[in-house]
């Protein structure tokens, strides 16, 4: 089965009103059109409605970069999915490491996150990814597959079509220290067979497994060449129209 690339953009807590407008019509101008592969920007939610009008009558999807799992109430400071939807959003980013990692959100409340997510019907990145100290202990793929099987509990194999993974080891989000094209298959592969263990072949065979972490012109072509490897999540790189742009289309 052929995926079809997916890469998508997180600004994470970057850009002003005017900068993520001017990022966001820039990019428009570039790959706006580009049909081939599936994109994404994934801005601050303070600027999701206002990039969303911008990006309209592109083939550009936004999401937010996280929500809370409650429909409204007493949660100050959170987002629901219906308002994330509400501005226009396509998809939601769940799981991220820096979620995980500062903001110190578990498994289980990931898992509570991409079921309301897929209920409000957004699409789900979900993000996973081993620390340094647990790839150099051997247990990256425990790791990983934990994160998976928890954040993806509850959910079926017919809603898997509303989820992607993103597979970002720790390591190398914003170090420059990228994943080689071999540990970047590596892992997405084992990502997929668990796929396969937890559903079937077909859901498998149709999940796409993003790579993220210092993920730039220069080493895309490779990285999105792997088999296993169906398209990427950005950080850095997706800050610069010319950057987000020679990265898309290295995977032309
Ligand atoms: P960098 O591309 O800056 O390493 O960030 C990756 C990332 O965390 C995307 O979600």
Redesign the pocket.
């Known amino acids: 089965m052929s995926r079809k690339l997916f890469i998508a953009g997180?600004w994470?807590m970057n850009t002003t009103l005017q900068s993520g407008l001017d990022l966001a019509n820039g990019l428009k101008e570039t790959i706006g059109s580009i049909d081939e592969i599936e994109l994404a920007f994934f801005p601050p939610a303070v600027y999701l409605k206002s990039i969303c009008d911008a990006v309209a009558g592109s083939n550009i999807g936004v999401g937010a970069q996280n929500m809370y799992f409650e429909d409204s109430g007493a949660f100050t400071g959170e987002i629901s999915g219906a308002m994330v939807k509400d501005t226009g959003c396509k998809y939601v980013?769940l799981g991220?490491?820096?979620r995980r990692h500062v903001f110190g959100e578990t498994d289980e409340m990931i898992n509570r996150k991409v079921l309301k997510a897929l209920s409000d019907g957004l699409h789900v990145v979900l993000?996973v990814g081993e620390l340094l100290e647990e790839r150099e202990a051997g247990k990256t793929m425990e790791v990983n597959e934990r994160q998976i099987r928890i954040g993806l509990e509850g959910v079926d194999a017919a809603a898997m079509s509303n989820v992607t993974i993103?597979y970002?080891p720790v390591w190398?989000?914003?170090?420059g220290k990228t994943a080689s094209p071999e540990q970047a298959q590596e892992t997405h592969a084992k990502i997929r067979q668990l796929l396969e263990k937890l559903y079937n072949a077909d859901v498998a065979a149709a999940t796409r497994i993003q790579y993220?972490?210092?993920?730039?012109p220069s080493n895309a072509a490779e990285l999105l060449g792997q088999p296993d490897v169906d398209g990427g999540?950005?950080?850095?790189?997706?800050l610069k129209v010319e950057d987000f742009t020679a990265l898309v289309k290295a995977g032309l």
Do not use: D, P
């Open positions: 997180n994470k980013l991220h490491s820096e993000a993103a970002e190398a989000i914003g170090t993220g972490g210092s993920m730039k999540l950005i950080g850095g790189a997706s």
